[in-house]
Nanobody, 126 residues
Framework: QVQLVESGGGLVQAGGSLRLSCAASGRTLSPYVMGWFRQAPGKEREFVAGITRSGDSTPYADSVKGRFTISRDNAKNTVYLQMNSLKPEDTAIYHC???????????????????WGQGTQVTVSS
């Protein structure tokens, strides 16, 4: 059984920064792909960013390109999301996801990820 635990959420003013972390445990092998999704009240869960184990593929949602950066530390089985220039529309619960199947590129469809964290709230005030 794989557990994902997110941390780093909070309240920040527009223009500020936050760094989210997601630690995976339960298996010795690091997940092949890890991703971040977010869900705002009344909206569908949407893809934010993903990363392969080697880090050679890091797709981003258009809405966060140039502001967010995903990275991972395989030795720590941890994925990070550095969020800069935050906007009120970034307010959501951010979920970490992981999958051990081979993907040449991290999927943007949430249905492709088997493991999920509980989420961490990010609130950006205007």
């Amino acid at each position: 059984q794989v557990q994902l635990v997110e941390s780093g959420g909070g309240l920040v003013q527009a223009g500020g920064s936050l760094r989210l972390s997601c630690a995976a445990s339960g298996r010795t092998l690091s997940p092949y792909v890890m991703g971040w999704f977010r869900q705002a009240p009344g909206k569908e869960r949407e893809f934010v960013a993903g990363i392969t184990r080697s880090g050679d593929s890091t797709p981003y949602a258009d809405s966060v390109k140039g502001r967010f950066t995903i990275s991972r530390d395989n030795a720590k089985n941890t994925v990070y999301l550095q969020m800069n220039s935050l906007k009120p529309e970034d307010t959501a619960i951010y979920h970490c996801a992981a999958d051990f199947n081979f993907w040449s590129r991290p999927p943007t469809n949430s249905n492709e990820y088997l493991y999920w964290g509980q989420g961490t709230q990010v609130t950006v005030s205007s």
